[in-house]
């Protein structure tokens, strides 16, 4: 019925015919429904965007994703099974972690994650450095889309969380102060593997290149 429907407007457009009395109340229904999701001169609103503590969230994300996959992309892929010992988390299952509470977290907000992922297993899916990396701005980019998608008024909101009542602003501080427990152990790992991470790495060229130059001895 649809496809006929869309046949018909087409045609009658370019022809000019009057088409509405020929056609059953039925199909005026479904025929205003096609013109109504087809019609792009209507302008749309846009979403204002987030505020408040929605803004210092994403302001947040946009830092610890760059932090991690600046120091991800330092690291050699060698490296990327690396663990400082026995039992503790290698440097791909550190960063697969962040990943795996990015899309997990969200449920808080009552965003799922995606479909089809297996949370519990995230972790240790992978040791490939192209794949930990994806993975981890995919994640970044589900927890940002979930916050877009709140209100102002969502805040104030509650969940169940660690035995109580918890507003939607804890649990942003919550994704936060997580995000850096797990930026700090990355750093930590990347030094006792003689990396440096490339933030400091840049500051301390500029600060090199700041110096004034040595006068020679006389």
């Given at each position: 019925?649809?496809?006929?429907?869309?046949?018909?407007?087409?045609?009658?457009?370019?022809?000019?015919?009057?088409?509405v009395?020929?056609?059953?109340?039925?199909?005026?229904?479904?025929?205003?429904?096609?013109l109504?999701?087809?019609?792009?001169?209507?302008?749309?609103?846009?979403?204002?965007?987030?505020?408040?503590?929605?803004?210092?969230?994403?302001?947040?994300?946009?830092?610890?994703?760059?932090?991690?996959?600046?120091?991800?992309?330092?690291?050699p892929?060698?490296?990327?099974t690396?663990?400082?010992?026995?039992?503790?988390?290698?440097?791909?299952?550190?960063?697969?972690?962040?990943?795996?509470?990015?899309?997990?977290?969200?449920?808080?907000?009552g965003?799922?994650?995606?479909?089809?992922?297996?949370?519990?297993?995230?972790?240790?899916?992978?040791?490939?450095?192209?794949?930990?990396?994806?993975?981890?701005?995919?994640?970044f980019?589900?927890?940002?889309?979930?916050?877009?998608?709140?209100?102002?008024?969502?805040?104030?909101?509650?969940?169940?969380?660690?035995?109580?009542?918890?507003?939607?602003?804890?649990?942003?501080?919550?994704?936060?102060?997580?995000?850096?427990?797990?930026?700090?152990?990355?750093?930590?790992?990347?030094?006792?593997?003689?990396?440096?991470?490339?933030?400091?790495?840049?500051?301390?060229r500029?600060?090199?290149?700041?110096?004034?130059?040595?006068?020679p001895?006389?």
């Amino acid at each position: 019925m649809r496809r006929v429907i869309l046949c018909f407007l087409g045609f009658t457009a370019v022809s000019g015919m009057t088409w509405v009395g020929t056609l059953t109340a039925q199909e005026k229904v479904a025929a205003q429904r096609v013109l109504t999701a087809t019609d792009t001169t209507t302008p749309k609103t846009a979403l204002a965007p987030p505020s408040g503590a929605r803004a210092d969230l994403l302001d947040r994300l946009d830092y610890y994703e760059k932090r991690f996959l600046d120091l991800a992309g330092a690291v050699p892929a060698k490296k990327y099974t690396w663990r400082p010992g026995e039992g503790v988390r290698s440097i791909s299952e550190v960063y697969l972690h962040v990943a795996a509470a990015n899309f997990n977290l969200p449920r808080l907000l009552g965003t799922q994650p995606p479909a089809g992922l297996d949370i519990r297993s995230l972790e240790k899916s992978t040791t490939d450095k192209t794949k930990v990396i994806q993975t981890v701005k995919d994640s970044f980019a589900h927890i940002r889309e979930a916050v877009q998608g709140l209100s102002e008024a969502d805040e104030t909101k509650t969940v169940k969380l660690f035995g109580g009542d918890r507003t939607y602003r804890y649990v942003f501080v919550f994704i936060v102060g997580h995000l850096g427990e797990h930026l700090g152990q990355s750093i930590a790992y990347a030094r006792m593997n003689g990396i440096v991470p490339p933030w400091t790495e840049e500051q301390q060229r500029q600060q090199q290149q700041a110096k004034p130059a040595e006068k020679p001895k006389p």
